[in-house]
């Protein structure tokens, strides 16, 4: 049950369906002040176009395609009363709205702007999302690349197969047509802002970004995404360089407080598994609901009946009973071999912003006693496996959702109740500074 051969976060900021909108904690990241200038997110762009079809949808393939998003989300999804505890979202309520809009509306961009209002106001709760097009075509290249790099993984080659059917790859060029010139006005903003960066700014963009704080004692690192094997070559590189000379240094500091996921194996391979001589193991369970659509992608054999779950303390007896079977997760991550890299201490940095896969290094972490956690309460969401896919029959828009109910070893969900760390910072200090206080404490 890994998300380490897919790219959860697969595209760049300008493909992102949450730029500038809302993070997994739920704030709104544009909203400190109304009066601000906000710059173009793609999909705000997209929610303001005011006309375009592309296939000419009745109001009645509408309607059918809505009606099949939500039976199936009411089958596989977990987190209807998670989205309620946490954004007062009602997908039930919500349901019935949208299916009152769509009768009325007669564009299919409205039909699309209806569907992602419907879906899309939960801040990735359980990773729901309507694919916008530039966001499906790098999804659905990751998947034949990744399901051509792992033929035996059953899973893999339906996961390529669902994001390349011919009506998806067909309806989704043709959004294009109208959705370009949004996603073009985007692109030009940052492409402005990209041109308008030194040499020295530049730099600062690296998604790796090391520095030493103390000559000899503190060493820091910066990691800012998960990329996957294919991708990660360049990091590895200067991670282990930089472990090389740091690796007598007495504490190391990696900071994810802008980590907002990617693939585990990036933590397992280049943080973890280089920085331990014996093996760690973190345990934790996946509850699922019993939908068609789970069982077209899971391994059904490895889940047992709901009713034998294990008492824990903290289990939401809701949550619980709205899913039918449950199976133990372990994960589980092996010595490199030659010793570890770096001999000193190591810390984490975290904030609201870790998610997904950055949640999972974190609870890892945290539960093995790998590093101390330092920071702000993490975003959650980090014991799953891959979103899965819905079709819509005659649009060929795809939403996907995450199948898994994450569950910490004491019940907790771990979408909603997170990660806490060690050592949390005080109202107005960074989580670095917290880290480098309690260094000087010691």
């Known amino acids: 049950m890994k998300k380490s051969i897919c790219i959860l976060c697969i595209s760049s900021l300008l493909c992102s369906p949450f730029t500038a909108f809302a993070g997994p904690s739920g704030n709104t990241q544009a909203s400190a002040s109304e009066t601000e200038y906000q710059p173009p997110s793609l999909r705000r762009e ?16 509408k309607l059918e395609d809505l009606d099949l998003l939500y039976q199936t989300l009411k089958e596989n999804y977990p987190y209807f009363h998670t989205l309620k505890r946490m954004r007062d979202a009602d997908l039930d309520q919500k349901y019935r709205k949208a299916r009152g809009e769509i009768r009325t509306s007669n564009t299919d961009i409205s039909f699309y702007q209806q569907l992602d209002e419907f879906i899309n106001t939960n801040d990735q709760i359980g990773h729901l999302l309507l694919h916008n097009p530039y966001w499906f075509e790098e999804t659905a290249d990751s998947y034949r690349r990744v399901a051509a790099d792992y033929p ?10 669902a994001y390349n059917n011919p009506k998806s790859l067909e309806n989704y060029k043709k959004i294009r047509q109208v959705t370009d010139p949004a996603y073009d006005k985007v ?11 030194t040499d020295e700014q530049e730099s600062v963009a690296a998604n790796v970004q090391t520095r030493i704080i103390k000559e000899g004692s503190i060493a820091y690192i910066k990691i800012d995404r998960f990329l996957s094997g294919n991708e990660y070559g360049e990091d590895k590189k200067q991670l282990f360089d930089f472990y090389h000379k740091v690796r007598g240094y007495d504490h190391i500091i990696f900071d994810l407080t802008d980590n907002g996921g990617g693939s585990m194996d990036y933590f397992n391979d280049l943080i973890a598994s280089p920085n331990i001589d014996s093996a760690l193991t ?8 019993g939908g068609e659509n789970n069982r077209i992608f899971l391994d059904m054999d490895q889940y047992r009946p709901v009713s034998e779950f294990p008492d824990l303390p903290r289990t939401n007896q809701e949550d619980l009973s709205d899913t039918d079977f449950f199976h133990d997760i372990q994960y589980t991550v092996d010595p490199a071999g030659g010793g570890k890299m770096l001999s000193g201490k190591l810390w984490m940095l975290v904030s609201d912003t870790v998610f997904s896969s950055s949640e999972y290094a974190a609870m890892f972490s945290k539960a093995t006693g790998f590093m101390t956690l330092v920071g702000t309460q993490t975003g959650g969401e980090g014991i799953g496996s891959d979103p899965l896919p819905i079709i819509l029959p005659n649009s060929g828009l795809i939403v996907q959702y995450a199948p898994v109910y994450g569950v910490m070893p004491d019940g907790s969900g771990s979408q909603e109740c997170k990660t806490a760390p060690d050592i949390r910072s005080a109202d107005g200090e960074t989580a670095l500074n917290a880290c480098l206080r309690a260094i000087a404490e010691q």
Do not use: F, P, V
């Not at 692109?187 to 960066?197: G, I, K, N, R």
């Open 46 to 61: 997209i929610r303001a176009l005011q006309k375009g079809d592309w296939i000419h949808l009745t109001t009645e393939q």
């Open 282 to 289: 973190c345990n934790a369970y996946g509850l699922i609901k």
């Open 152 to 161: 035996d993984s059953d899973r893999m080659q339906k996961l390529a197969a």
């Open 187 to 197: 692109m030009d903003y940052y492409a402005s802002l990209e041109s308008a960066q």
